[in-house]
């Protein structure tokens, strides 16, 4: 209350009187502090050290082995390295897969978070829904692919996937593997745009309610759009996890070197049909699997590596944009 | 507590400019002198020839309200006149912000609130209208400013739209903005460019920012929740004065720890004390002549 308080007369000496700050300095830590401070600042260095190692090796092996001809030929069985075609299939099956896989996700994601964050009502089941969705989150991928497989091999979803000519349906197929790869990726659009919309005060959603405005149109014109960048940001997150994903392809997918498509429509008929995926066929092309191609595996590993950075930079790119908004 | 069946006497207020003794004691609290006194006292006695008040528009009957099992407001019944600006003191906690939430409805979006009593607009119970036409007719500001992450334009449009309507379009309503800009005091700082983010306006400006989206749809109350405790001396000051003039024209129902600025703008003055309406009345009698102990205690508290 005191605005009349004059501040007191400035009554510092000149500079070159004055001592030394006393700061914080290292030397006057105790002994098991500088240990703990060391083991922190060295473990730091390690992570630095690890990746800084994954990603000049796959460098270095993927420049030396890469070249354009091998992104833009299709594979073919081989049992000699220079017979084996190049990586096109796997590359497009990975952005099919991808496509499908977020094109679930987000919707799905946005609206059950957005159904938690603004309504949320009954209580148990919305804690239904969020346990529910940890528990995904938390299921090994071969689980997931595994329980595909059971749901799509029913014969009433026989449409969706390849089918032998003798009638058996085998549930495997880009739309089998792209809704399973949903189920990845749909944690990491759900967290973020919860956090997202929870971090949005209470009372920018009452200034659109007291203007008159519906729940839902203030979700609508107001919630949404300012979690755009959470949504893209956890759509970057589970892209990432979509294309790393390895068990889902080999299970669902049929990870067969080239697409084959089921029928003759053009694209439903790739849908429907399998194919493989960079990581699918790094696997079967190193030495692990019966690819025998080492160096097209360095190859596919290393454009693999590339997009899942690009994926992450877009991640930070996003969350950055948001903050300094 | 049946202080406001009391007839406010027109000449007694016509006095108040020509009586600046309590008035520099609200100024010795150090709060912010929003205009100097020569422009201060003819914009008060102009203001005061309009006479106490226009018809009555909201009616509060005997509320409470009880969030869970804790009552926030007790038993309340006040008026609420048009032309005329009631404010709201008392001590923090005590049901204000409450019963102001509760005049357009707004408890409702609270877990576990309930209430018991009426809330009449225009003779109506505000539970038979639709929440949103209610809404459109008691306008809100909020403590924060908080103009939504769009353009100026866009956020008095988005009032004025019903619900996400993309129509009527931006010919159409460059009117209706420009006329809510002026009349929140905003046009002049933002005619230039009204497609600059609202965001990028200063703290007081966004206040007056959301004065002109809550008058844009030509309310007849606005309530306002310590619309000023977020600005600096100078934006406050405008906004007092701001209010002055809203209260021509509309009722106005303002919330306010600060007791001077209930003084500065408000022609009725409401004190609540844990959730009662201690005391209701005329500004001048409340804060001169308070009938009830506890209100002369934090009237007095608050001055010395």
Not at chain 1, 111 to 127: D, H, Q
Request: net charge positive; charged share 20%; with cysteine.
């Amino acid at each position: 209350m005191a605005a009349t308080i004059e501040a007191p007369a400035p009554v510092a000496p000149a500079p070159h009187q004055r001592p030394a700050p006393r700061g914080d300095r290292l030397s006057s830590w105790k002994w098991s502090h500088r240990l703990a401070f060391l083991t922190c600042w060295a473990c730091g260095i390690a992570l630095c050290a690890v990746t800084l190692a994954i990603v000049v090796y796959m460098g270095v092996r993927g420049i030396q082995y890469l070249n354009p001809e091998l992104l833009f030929t299709r594979p073919t069985p081989g049992l000699q390295q220079h017979t084996t075609g190049g990586i096109l299939d796997p590359i497009m099956g990975t952005v099919i897969l991808t496509i499908i896989g977020i094109a679930i996700a987000v919707p799905l994601a946005v609206t059950s978070a957005v159904w938690l964050v603004e309504y949320g009502k009954p209580a148990p089941l919305a804690r239904a829904v969020e346990s529910g969705i940890e528990v995904v989150a938390g299921t090994p991928d071969i689980v997931i692919a595994i329980f595909g497989l059971a749901i799509f091999q029913l014969p009433i979803l026989a449409p969706l996937s390849f089918t032998a000519s003798g009638g058996g349906v085998f549930g495997r197929s880009f739309l089998a593997a792209g809704a399973m790869m949903s189920l990845i990726a749909l944690p990491m659009v759900f967290g973020a745009t919860r956090e997202g919309l929870m971090s949005i005060p209470t009372h920018v959603r009452e200034a659109s309610w007291a203007l008159g405005k519906t729940r839902i149109c203030t979700i609508r014109t107001i919630l949404l759009p300012q979690v755009r960048a959470n949504v893209a940001t956890g759509a970057a997150l589970g892209m990432g996890r979509i294309v790393g994903d390895t068990a889902v392809v080999v299970v669902l997918l049929g990870a067969t070197l080239q697409l084959e498509p089921q029928g003759d429509v053009p694209i439903l008929g790739n849908l429907r049909g399998t194919g493989s995926t960079l990581t699918s066929y790094v696997y079967g092309a190193s030495p692990a699997g019966e690819g025998n191609a080492p160096q097209k595996a360095y190859a596919a590993a290393f454009v693999l590596l590339l997009i899942v950075l690009t994926l992450n930079f877009a991640v930070d790119y996003l969350g950055r944009r948001k903050e300094t908004r | 507590m049946s202080a406001h069946d009391r007839v406010v006497d027109p000449f007694l207020d016509d006095a108040v400019p020509s009586l600046p003794p309590p008035r520099r004691r609200v100024r010795l609290d150090r709060t912010p002198v929003p205009v100097p006194e020569t422009q201060d006292a003819p914009r008060r006695s102009a203001v005061r020839e309009r006479g106490p008040g226009g018809p009555e528009r909201m009616r509060v009957e005997r509320l409470s309200v009880l969030y869970g099992e804790k009552p926030a407001v007790k038993d309340v019944s006040l008026p609420i006149h048009a032309g005329e600006a009631l404010a709201l003191i008392g001590p923090s906690g005590c049901g204000k912000t409450t019963l102001l939430r509760t005049l357009n409805r707004l408890t409702e979006t609270t877990a576990g609130a309930t209430r018991e009593g009426r809330v009449l607009l225009d003779g109506v119970d505000v539970e038979q209208l639709e929440v949103t036409a209610l809404r459109r007719r008691v306008a809100m500001v909020f403590q924060q400013p908080n103009p939504f992450p769009m353009s100026i334009f866009d956020n008095v449009a988005y009032a004025i739209r019903v619900q996400n309507k993309k129509r009527p379009g931006r010919r159409e309503l460059e009117p209706q903005v420009a006329d809510a800009l002026r009349r929140a005091g905003l046009w002049d700082e933002v005619a230039g460019d009204l497609d600059r983010p609202a965001l990028r306006l200063s703290g007081g400006q966004q206040q007056r920012l959301c004065i002109a989206r809550a008058i844009a749809t030509r309310p007849e109350v606005l309530l306002m929740d310590e619309p000023c405790s977020a600005l600096d001396p100078r934006s406050t000051a405008v906004i007092e004065e701001l209010i002055g003039e809203l209260r021509r024209e509309l009722a106005v129902v303002i919330v306010t720890h600060n007791l001077a600025q209930a003084h500065r703008v408000g022609d009725k003055v409401a004190f609540m004390y844990l959730g009662d309406l201690v005391e209701f009345g005329d500004a001048q009698q409340v804060f001169e002549d308070p009938r009830a102990e506890r209100t002369r205690d934090y009237v007095a508290g608050a001055f010395g």
